[in-house]
C-alpha cells in the first residue's frame, strides 16, 4: 500500500461505531438541559438591549428603528456620509423598500452577474452593500446572515461600509437558543456567516486595525415592533 492508501486505512479503522436515535435523542437533550440551566430568560427589550450593547463594544454603529422609520433612517445616513453607490438586493422587500428612501445622490446597484464581469466595478465603485441578517445573537452582538444568489458574502465582505438589518423578533440569546429556536438540526444550513463587528485584525506590529479583512465601518439598524413616536427617540447611534 501506499501512503495514501495507509492513510486512507487508519481513517476507516478508527471511525465511530453509528450511534442510535436514541441515544442522539438523549445527548441532544443533555446539551439543552447544559444551556437551560445556566441561562437566564430574558424579555424582548433585554436582547435588544444586550444586542446592542455587544455590537457598540465592538465599534458597531447601532441605529433603533420601526418598521415604517429604519428605510428613511438609512437613506438620511447614507446622504450624510455621502455615500455614493449601495450594493442592495432589490428582490427582497427591504431592499426595494430601501431602493425607495434613497436620496437622489446614491445610485443602487444589484449583483445580478458574476463576479468576474464587475470585478473592477464591484472593488473600486461600491460604497456600501445592504443586507438583512437571518436573525441576531444577543449576547455577543452577533448577526447571523444567510447568503444566497441574490445577496452573496461578497455583499459584506468587499464594500468599506456594510449595512445590516436585523428585527428584534429574530434575536436570541445565545447561538444554542439559536440553533434549537431554528431547527437547525432538521436541516443544517449549507452557508451561514456570523459578522460580531467591521473587519479588524492585530495581525501587523500587534496594532488593532479595521478594514483589513473586509469593511472598516458596521451599521446595525435593530427593526423593533413599536411606534413611530418612540422609534424617533432611538434614531440616533449608539
Known sequence: MNARERMLGR?????????????????????????DSRRVTQPAQALIES??????ASHAEVFRASERTWAA?????????????????????????????????????????????W??????????????ARSGLAATGTLIVTPDAGSPRTMSLVPPLHIALVYAHSLHAD???????????????????????????????????????????LWVVIVEPQTDESAATHGDAA
Open 11 to 35: 481513517l476507516r479503522a478508527a471511525a465511530p461505531a453509528a450511534v442510535s436515535s436514541d441515544a442522539l435523542k438523549q445527548l441532544d437533550d443533555s446539551i439543552d438541559l447544559h444551556y
Open 51 to 56: 444586542m446592542q450593547s455587544a455590537l457598540t
Open 73 to 117: 433612517l438609512i437613506a438620511q445616513r447614507l446622504r450624510e456620509s455621502n455615500v455614493k453607490r449601495l450594493l442592495l438586493d432589490t428582490s427582497l422587500a427591504e431592499g426595494a423598500a430601501l431602493q425607495q428612501a434613497l436620496p437622489s445622490s446614491v445610485t443602487a446597484r444589484n449583483y445580478d452577474q458574476p463576479i468576474e464581469n
Open 119 to 132: 470585478k473592477a466595478e464591484l472593488f473600486e465603485t461600491i460604497d456600501a452593500g445592504f443586507t438583512v
Open 175 to 217: 447561538l444554542h437558543a439559536a440553533m434549537r429556536a431554528e431547527h437547525w438540526q432538521a436541516g443544517m444550513p449549507t452557508n451561514l456567516v456570523m459578522i460580531s463587528g467591521p473587519s479588524k485584525t492585530s495581525d501587523i506590529q500587534q496594532t488593532l486595525a479595521y478594514g483589513a479583512h473586509g469593511p472598516r465601518e
